[in-house]
C-alpha cells in the first residue's frame, strides 16, 4: 500500500508563529508513528492571497472558482491529501478571515470541480487552534473547523483524552509574541504542556485513521465502486504518494 499524504495547513498569515509551532509537532508525531507509511506537506497562509467568494455561482459551469488566485494550489494540494490537519489561530473568536475564504471557495465548487459529482472525500482531518487568551474562541474555532470535515464528507479525529477532546487547543498567557507558545512550553507551563501533548496524539490519531481508511478503501473496492460517490476517493487512492 502507498504511503497516505498528510497536509498540514497552518491558517496564520504570520509564517512562523504559534500556530506553526503546533503544527510542527502535530506532524512531527504524525511521522513518528509511521515513517515509512506518510508523506508531509507543510502549506502557509502568509503571504497568499485568497480573495472572498463573490456569490457568482459561476463555478457551477465552470468546473472552477473563477477567481483566480492562491486559492487553486490549495485546492490542489487539498484534493490530494488522505489527511490533513488545519492549525489556526483564534481570530475574534472564529476562524480567520483568508481561511474562511479558502473553505468557502472550497465548499462551493469542488462538486462542479468533480463533474457534477457528490464525493465522500474521507479525509481524515484534525483541528489544533490556540489564541492569547483562556476560554476565547478556541473551541468555537474546532467545531468551525469540524463542521467543515463533516460537510466536506471527511472524517473528523480527535488525538487522546484527556488533553484533546476535538482538536489540540492552547493558549499564550495573553501575549502576542509570534514565539510565545513555544517559549512557555519550554518554561514547562502547564497549559503549554496540554496544548503540545494534544497536537502530538492529533498528529498520530489523524494518520492511523487515515492508514485504516485507505486500507479500508482497497479491501472493499468492489463495493465502493458501484456508488459514484466513491469514485474521487477510489481515485486518490490508486493515484500514489506524490503530494502535488
Ligand atoms: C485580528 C486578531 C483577532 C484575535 N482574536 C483573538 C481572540 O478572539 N481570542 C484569542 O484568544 N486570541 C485572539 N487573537 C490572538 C491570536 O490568536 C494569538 O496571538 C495567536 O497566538 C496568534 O497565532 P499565530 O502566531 O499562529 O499567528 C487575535 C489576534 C488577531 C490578530
Known sequence: MDAIRLLGICGSPRKTGNSRFLLERAVAAAKETAPDAVEIEVYTFAGKEIAPCISCFRCMEAGDCTTEDDFQELRDKWVAADAIIYSVPVYHMGIPGQLKCFIDRLGNSLYSYYGGVISRNLKTVGVAVQGSHIFAGQEQVMTTLINHAVLMSCVPVAGDPWQ?????AGWTRNESRKDG????YDEGEADAQIAVAAAESLGKRVVQMALVIKGGGL?????LEEDGSYTVFLS????????S
Open 219 to 223: 479491501i472493499h473496492r468492489d463495493m
Open 236 to 243: 486518490r487512492l490508486a493515484s500514489g504518494n506524490q503530494m
Open 164 to 168: 484533546s477532546y476535538i482538536g489540540a
Open 181 to 184: 507558545l513555544r517559549r512557555l
